[in-house]
Every structure is written in C-alpha cells, then in structure tokens.
C-alpha cells in the first residue's frame, strides 16, 4: 500500500522554463512533508520543506505547495537549469502519529532539463 | 553540517558471502536508517534504529540484519548475500523527521 505516490516517474523540460513535479499522499496522518534531490551514485540531499500548517513555502527558484484538501503537494523549480536533472524524491513523515520518526517515500520522478 | 559516512563507494561480493555494510555519523543522532534503492522502485526501508541497541524491522527486512552497539554507528548485514541483494544501499541519520533525513553517499553492492 503505497502511502506517498509520485505518478510520473519522467519529466522533461527546457531550461529556463518551469518544472512542476507531483505527489500525492493517502495518510491524513501526515503533517509533514519534504522533497530530496538524488544525483547518480549519491545519498540524496534535503531540497525543502513545508508544514501541514502552511500551504506554499519557498526557498529561491524552489517553491512546494501543499492542498491538504486534495492531499497533493507539488515542487515548482523556476526557472529550470540543467543542473537541476536529478531523481526528486517526495517523503512525508506523521509527526504526531507515533510514526517512530521514520519518512515515507515516494518511488521518484526523473527530472531532465534541457539546454 | 552532518556527515553521514559509508565505508564503501562500491563492493562486489559472491553469492553467499556474509557482508557488512557500515555506516558512522558525527552529529549525536538517535535515529539511524538503512534504505535500499532500485530502479522504478524508488526507496525501500530496510531497517531502523531509534536508539543505540534498537532496532526496528522496515519494510522489507527478510535477508538482512542490523547491529546498532554505539550511537554513531549503523551496521547493515547480509548474512547470505544473494544476486537479489545487488543494489544501491543507502544509510540515513535524523535528529527528528522535523529536521529531514542526512543521508550518506551510497553503497553500490553487486553480488555475483
């Protein structure tokens, strides 16, 4: 039963423009959730962030949005650099839900950004 | 910053082997994670440890153990390893999920 669900696994873009990657989530107990970036052959690294409190958080070119309505979070990249082409990753974690401190991925969506 | 460290970038062992994967971090963090990624599967949660000599079975532990005797240092073992088991394993470190996931740079296991 897959709690966190990233339904494109590809996305491609041109630079300069918008990246918009999903994810969806089936546990109401979730009140916190975040986006990890993961180059070839390396850990993945903590992008940003956002609470259940807030619905957009943004941090330079880097912007996650979140309807808990919907159950939906997205990340907005702007403007797009080939740089960016990586794996993004969608985790989310139940803070007060006894969740043993652990994160829920998603399975990732390849992100390739064209000069 | 954290430092997350895996002893090896990369090991190739033979079916059958007994392998260790460690894993050491330098910030005083209680929760320790094994995860193993592969392709179209995104990352699967092997293990866990919430405090030194805890641990806590993941989503798909069957092959694999865990030794946790001092707070910075996570051991991942394959007790019999199998080609199955060829995958990138990856070590996390985490004060609280409030504070995200350190993870380290990877392990690229091949058993052959």
């Given amino acids: ?115 | 910053d954290v430092k997350v460290t895996q002893s090896s970038r990369y090991l190739v062992k033979r079916t059958g082997e007994k392998v260790f994967l460690e894993c050491v971090q330098d910030m005083d963090h209680e929760n320790m994670f094994w995860y193993r990624q592969d392709p179209g599967l995104g990352l699967r949660l092997i293990y866990f440890s919430y405090d030194v000599k805890m641990k806590e079975k993941g989503d798909i532990p069957e092959g694999y153990s865990v030794s946790r005797e001092k707070k910075e240092r996570f051991s991942l073992i394959l007790e019999s390893a199998s080609t199955n088991q060829t995958s990138m394993y990856l070590c996390a470190s985490s004060l609280s999920p409030a504070y995200g996931y350190t993870f380290g740079s990877g392990t690229r296991l091949t058993v052959v």
């Fill in chain 1, 1 to 115: 039963d897959q709690q966190v669900k990233q339904n494109s696994p590809s996305l491609s873009v041109q630079e300069g423009r918008i990246s918009i990657l999903n994810c969806d989530y089936t546990n109401s107990m979730f009140d916190y959730f975040l986006w990890y970036k993961k180059y070839p052959a390396e850990g993945p690294t903590f992008l940003i962030s956002i609470s259940s409190i807030k619905d957009k958080n943004e941090d330079g070119r880097f912007t996650v949005f979140l309807n808990k309505s919907a159950k939906h979070l997205s990340l907005h990249i702007v403007p797009s650099q080939p740089g960016d082409s990586a794996v993004y990753f969608c985790a989310a974690s139940a803070r007060s839900g006894g969740s043993n401190y652990k994160l829920t991925f998603g399975k990732g969506t390849l992100l390739t950004v064209n000069p």
